[in-house]
T-cell receptor, first 114, second 109 residues
Framework: DAGVIQSPRHEVTEMGQEVTLRCKPISGHDYLFWYRQTMMRGLELLIY????????DSGMPEDRFSAKMPNASFSTLKIQPSEPRDSAVYFC????????????FGEGSRLTVL | KNEVEQSPQNLTAQEGEFITINCSYS?????LHWLQQHPGGGIVSLFMLSSGKKKHGRLIATINIQEKHSSLHITASHPRDSAVYIC???????????FGEGTQLTVNP
């Protein structure tokens, strides 16, 4: 398996623009997590899905953030409108079992909002 | 106080040295993860522990559930071990991971 695949790897955009980050989890994994990493706050969970259903979105910072998982092999994290403080690295991770399963991370999407 | 505390925050070692990174947590957990993040930014899961000890190559991870403490050891350290090592705990209830702030390890040749 190719592992967790994220795109784009890098995105630079202007404030106010819509940003869409994409993730393809490892086939067969039924948990998908979106994390954000910043220098100030480290790694933070934004939202996670189990079997394509959002389970915990309490980490989503604002209504400007939304995440979907239309099927088992694809998820998106959307920011609309984007702001400079959204600049961060966004990681997607998947696992087979949330409680006891090993976590596999994508390479991350580095977002810069000017 | 953070739920997950790592020490030290920064560690510089000479190649070949034995290295220990510590992680203490304050909540009930179902599992503890040790992650490695290289300068390029990718994150790799090194270990997932719920009890005892695991070994993979030169890396050893231990956990003491009663003391709420885990250690990551690197034997015969090498410059390629230079990375940020992150401890993360999964609470006993739910699936959220809470992360430590990471330990920046630099191994000099």
């Amino acid at each position: 398996d190719a592992g967790v695949i994220q795109s784009p790897r890098h995105e630079v955009t202007e404030m106010g623009q819509e940003v869409t980050l994409r993730c393809k989890p490892i086939s067969g994994h039924d948990y998908l997590f979106w994390y954000r990493q910043t220098m100030m706050r480290g790694l933070e969970l934004l939202i996670y899905f189990n079997n394509n259903v959002p389970i915990d979105d309490s980490g989503m910072p604002e209504d400007r953030f939304s995440a979907k998982m239309p099927n088992a092999s694809f998820s998106t994290l959307k920011i609309q409108p984007s702001e400079p403080r959204d600049s961060a690295v966004y990681f997607c991770a998947s696992s087979l079992l949330a409680g006891t399963g090993e976590l596999f991370f994508g390479e991350g999407s580095r977002l810069t909002v000017l | 106080k953070n739920e997950v505390e790592q020490s030290p925050q920064n560690l510089t070692a000479q190649e070949g040295e034995f290295i220990t990174i510590n992680c203490s947590y304050s909540v009930g957990i179902s599992a503890l993860h040790w992650l490695q993040q290289h300068p390029g930014g990718g994150i790799v899961s090194l270990f997932m522990l719920s009890s005892g000890k695991k070994k993979h190559g030169r890396l050893i991870a231990t956990i003491n559930i009663q003391e709420k403490h885990s250690s990551l050891h690197i034997t015969a350290s090498h410059p390629r071990d230079s990375a940020v090592y992150i401890c993360a705990v999964r609470r006993a209830s739910g699936s959220r991971l809470t992360f430590g702030e990471g330990t920046q390890l630099t191994v000099n040749p």
